[in-house]
């Protein structure tokens, strides 16, 4: 809220408000009403005037800290004018009470000070208004600069699931796969071939589209695990447990694939500590892949650009947040699953 704490602006404010109260003050002198006489410039107009503001922005900025902009309701509007009206009723009554005992000779008319209430609500509404408005604007603006965020967070996961698509290491070790393949089982290494142009068909056909469907995630990811599986024998499994309800919902692209990638990256696969990766559905609302955790003795270098890419492109699909929780000896992460909206 730096637009509500400007001090420029509240400097300009109050010398604006003070300055009109003043002009007032004298065209009412100017036409004979003795009932409204000119008051101590710094006591009555210049104090006033700080009071008004302050109280008025003080409000505002107390009600946006407790009730962020995302909560607007009628209730919320309601008793930020209740609090404004009571607030600012209380302050004149107390400014007025203290001129009143200070100027016992000269008391004011009950229908001045009414009229003087009437112009202080006046005034603190403008203020209150002023605020709700700058306000508004700076939540707008960091709208716009976290939508750009988004945008350019978007781009960058676009060029990293392009580069994961055709990283070296996995080209190498595929290659690496298929040659001692085509040496020992050359029926086996036909089958390596056709799975590995189904994933890199689906890499290619993937990367232009938001969402795909489950059905087509787990077909793709059956066929990359059969290379996970060719390579690592029985040291991997992977276990897929989907009702046939949920195949039709959708799922951004890759999110299987990094998720399985980063069980073998970060864990241990050997045929005496296989790797376990499950895949199932939680509430038909959830997709939870999940697998036993066995680290490996030397840390694998990590940047997390994994998990934060999958995070981002929910956020930009404006869906849940996804869940990643880790317990002794298991790793889980929630996807959200989106249904398919019919027009």
Not at 23 to 37: F, N, V
Not at 63 to 79: D, G, I, K, M, V
Not at 80 to 89: K, P
Not at 100 to 119: C, K, Q, R, W
Request: net charge positive; with cysteine.
């Amino acid at each position: 809220m730096k637009l509500a704490t400007d001090f420029r602006i509240r400097l300009i404010g109050i010398l604006v408000i003070a300055i009109h109260r003043f002009g007032l003050m004298q065209a009412a002198r100017a036409g004979g009403e003795e009932t409204a006489p000119l008051l101590g410039l710094l006591d009555h107009i210049l104090l006033a005037s700080v009071i008004i503001w302050e109280s008025s922005r003080l409000v505002v900025v107390y009600f946006q800290r407790r009730y962020p902009t995302e909560q607007l309701s009628r209730r919320r509007f309601t008793a930020e004018a209740l609090t404004l009206l009571l607030v600012t009723t209380a302050l004149f009554s107390v400014h007025r009470f203290a001129y009143e005992v200070t100027h016992l000779d000269n008391p004011t008319p009950i229908s001045f000070m009414l009229y003087g209430l009437l112009d202080t609500l006046l005034y603190s509404t403008l203020v209150a208004a002023f605020y709700k408005m700058l306000l508004f604007i700076e939540a707008w603006q960091k709208a716009n600069q976290e939508a750009e965020q988004l945008k350019k967070a978007n781009l960058i996961s676009q060029l990293d699931s392009l580069k994961n698509q055709v990283k070296p290491h996995f080209l190498f070790n595929s290659l690496n796969t298929l040659t001692a393949l085509v040496e020992k089982d050359s029926d086996q290494a036909v089958k390596f071939i056709a799975e590995l142009s189904k994933v890199y068909r689906y890499l290619l056909q993937s990367n232009e589209k938001e969402l795909i469907s489950l059905t087509s995630e787990l077909e793709f990811t059956q066929a990359y695990f059969f290379l996970l599986q060719t390579r690592f024998g029985n040291g991997i499994a992977l276990n897929v447990d989907v009702a046939d309800g949920c195949l039709d919902t959708l799922i951004p692209p890759l999110t299987l694939q990094i998720l399985v990638e980063n069980a073998v990256k970060h864990n241990q696969v050997s045929v005496r500590k296989p790797l376990q990766v499950n895949v199932l559905i939680e509430q038909n609302r959830w997709l939870v892949v999940t697998n036993n955790i066995q680290r490996k003795r030397v840390a694998v270098p990590t940047n997390g650009m994994g998990l934060s890419n999958i995070a981002t492109k929910y956020k930009l699909l404006n869906q849940p947040d996804i869940v990643v929780t880790e317990e002794p000896k298991r790793f889980n992460v929630k996807i959200p699953l989106i249904q398919v909206t019919t027009p």
